[in-house]
């Protein structure tokens, strides 16, 4: 079994413990009053940057093991957007990445107004309504764990509770996904299964993604220069988490590269 099988084999046991916990009908209830507020549209923040950072809030990895176990969330993704952010992205996966619904909470009660993306592995519509009911604005769907008719109809419950939606495709073969038409077109550069990753994978799908989607480059982007030459390609939103994570202060370090990239 590969990383991603076994992730998603677990997440839809951690999915109905979260039913147990809380109904389906209990957790509409609570969304329900959310839905006349707008949320901060991710798509239109990183094509109105100049830099489409998405700094990620990610203390852990299946393949690095604590990245930041002590990383709190009342403090970093403050700091990203303190030091210029355009979006970010918060792991909520416990068991593999160290992440919590409870931290993008926390986020938002810390002062975090710009948009978040909702980190997981997103196979059930009920995850969908705790994005929502956590304070997220976006969330993540993979190509590579659902099947294209899944993909369509969690795009559209997401849609309908107001949240937009960043699709990722990994190989050449997914690449029909996007005929979905997602609020975003992510490339991740780390393959799921094995974890090795390589950003020419984004250098090489770029062209052969529709003209008018807002691309993301994800992850194994460490400098400035590749941002550059992404953006070149028609990228917009560029996910980094590892890069800052691992020094001694994520949001400095995102200054120092959002400097570099600008000047």
């Known amino acids: 079994m590969d990383i991603l099988e076994e992730i998603v084999a677990h997440k839809r046991i951690e999915v109905e413990r979260f039913k147990a916990a809380l109904s389906e009908q209990e957790m509409h209830r609570r969304v329900e009053p959310l839905l006349d507020f707008s949320v901060a549209s ?118 309908e509770l107001g949240l937009e939606v960043l699709l990722e495709m990994h190989s050449e073969s997914e690449l029909e996904y996007a005929a979905l038409e997602p609020d975003m077109c992510g490339i991740n550069n780390r393959n799921l299964g094995s974890f090795i990753t390589d950003v020419e994978n984004s250098f090489r799908l770029a062209e052969l993604l529709p003209k008018d989607a807002v691309k993301v480059s994800e992850s194994g982007i460490s400098n400035p220069d590749t941002v550059r030459a992404l953006r070149q390609t028609g990228f917009r939103g560029f996910l980094i988490g590892e890069n800052f994570m691992k020094t001694a202060d994520p949001g400095l370090a995102l200054n120092e590269f959002i400097t570099q990239l600008t000047h």
Not at 73 to 102: C, H, R, T, V
């Open 42 to 159: 991710m798509s239109k923040a990183l094509t109105d940057s100049d830099s489409g950072i998405i700094a990620e809030f990610k203390r852990k990895s299946p393949s690095k093991g604590w990245i930041k176990e002590d990383g709190r969330a009342d403090i970093i993704p403050l700091s990203y957007q303190q030091n210029g952010a355009s979006a970010l992205s918060i792991l909520a996966d416990e068991k593999y990445f160290g992440g919590s619904d409870e931290f993008i909470k926390t986020a938002r009660h810390s002062g975090v107004n710009i948009p978040i993306l909702y980190k997981n592995f997103v196979i059930d519509e009920y995850q969908l309504f705790q994005a929502r009911l956590c304070g997220a604005s976006a969330v993540l769907l993979i190509a590579a764990d659902l099947s294209i008719q899944q993909c369509s109809a969690l795009l559209k419950t997401a849609h």
